[in-house]
């Protein structure tokens, strides 16, 4: 990663770039959202984004170009779409989830580079969501390049690093705001996970004592391959079990200790597709809440369920439970087949 002042033109290093919102050592900062013109970039501008910064291993997958800096508490991340990729391009349209590894890539981004979190500390996210004009998911019709405007609405910190982020983001095409994202997640130090993970926090990689289930029908779920398959059957309609293949390098391109919310995400959207007769959908924005690690070592079951908005459109809803615990939910609002 190269970081250089716009002012400047003088080159830092990573472990220089540490910079927080005025006022955040030991509190809790609150910004309110400003006016969605940017303002004039007054400090620095990352340039090229590395794949640690957005905790990718793949080239393929890192989705931000550079992050701008306008204030302690404003950036603004550029991005741009692949042309072409195996998860988030499907019949002719980028899915859902693009839109929200969008917004997830773009607060790790401003996290690691702009407020000062070390890499190496783990991210757990409680939210993510992001509303998004459906119009621009078609490949014809999408962009190539988008900008995040990104605000630091509410952070607290734990002595100089971020313990806590709350990051709302408007999503612009050629300046104009398409859709609006937003994130809140915690930021735990490699001493604090492990302690956390426990007995877990060390597991082998890739796990070799689990046993995957069958997979549905992958055309069940618009998929070819049953590597790339998210569910298994179960005898209740709208029920499956989760079913995880961390040999999937799409799902999993790093080792890790549970299974990760965007894989959850992978599993809700493929859940919908039999509720709408294997049909494809859309949807005008999407909501993910995480409220407990999903383990490889137990199963966890996967409901969805239609329901009608307050505007008379569909709204689809996943959940995930496992140990008899509410995991995560995913909620789709004017959810339409296509």
């Not at 597709?273 to 959908?281: I, K, S």
Request: aromatic share 6%.
């Amino acid at each position: 990663m190269h970081l250089h002042s716009s002012r400047e033109g003088r080159a830092m290093t990573p472990s220089t770039a540490t910079a927080r919102p005025r006022g955040s050592h030991g509190g809790r900062h609150q910004a309110l959202l400003p006016a969605i013109t940017p303002e004039p970039a007054t400090h620095r501008t990352v340039e090229a984004v590395a794949r640690k910064l957005v905790h990718r291993t793949y080239p393929r997958d890192v989705l931000p170009t550079g992050i701008t800096r306008h204030t302690d508490e404003h950036f603004t991340v550029s991005v741009r779409w692949p042309a072409t990729h195996p998860l988030y391009l499907r019949d002719g349209r980028y899915t859902p989830s693009l839109v929200i590894e969008t917004v997830r890539q773009a607060g790790l981004l401003t996290s690691h580079a702009e407020l000062g979190v070390p890499l190496g500390h783990q991210f757990v996210v409680w939210e993510i969501s992001q509303h998004f004009d459906p119009r621009f998911l078609e490949k014809a019709h999408a962009p190539t390049d988008l900008e995040l405007d990104v605000h630091v609405s509410e952070m607290r910190t734990r002595g100089r690093i971020p313990a806590e982020v709350s990051l709302q983001m408007a999503i612009r095409i050629d300046g104009r705001v398409v859709g609006k994202g937003s994130t809140r997640y915690g930021i735990v130090s490699p001493g604090a996970y492990r302690r956390l993970r426990g007995e877990r926090h060390d597991i082998e990689w890739p796990p070799t004592d689990i046993t995957l289930p069958e997979p549905v029908e992958p055309a069940a779920v618009r998929r070819t391959r049953e590597c790339d398959v998210a569910l298994s059957p179960d005898k209740r309609p709208g029920r499956w079990q989760l079913r995880a293949d961390t040999a999937n390098e799409l799902l999993f391109d790093h080792s890790n200790n549970h299974v990760p919310a965007m894989v959850l995400l992978e599993a809700a959207l493929q859940a919908g597709y039999p509720l709408f007769g294997g049909r494809p959908f859309t949807a005008s924005s999407c909501e993910v809440t995480c409220t407990r690690y999903v383990e490889f070592d137990s199963p966890c079951w996967i409901q969805a369920d239609l329901a009608t908005g307050p505007d008379g459109s569909p709204s689809l809803r996943v959940t995930g439970e496992q140990a008899q615990q509410p995991a995560f939910a995913v909620q789709f609002h004017q959810a339409t087949p296509l």
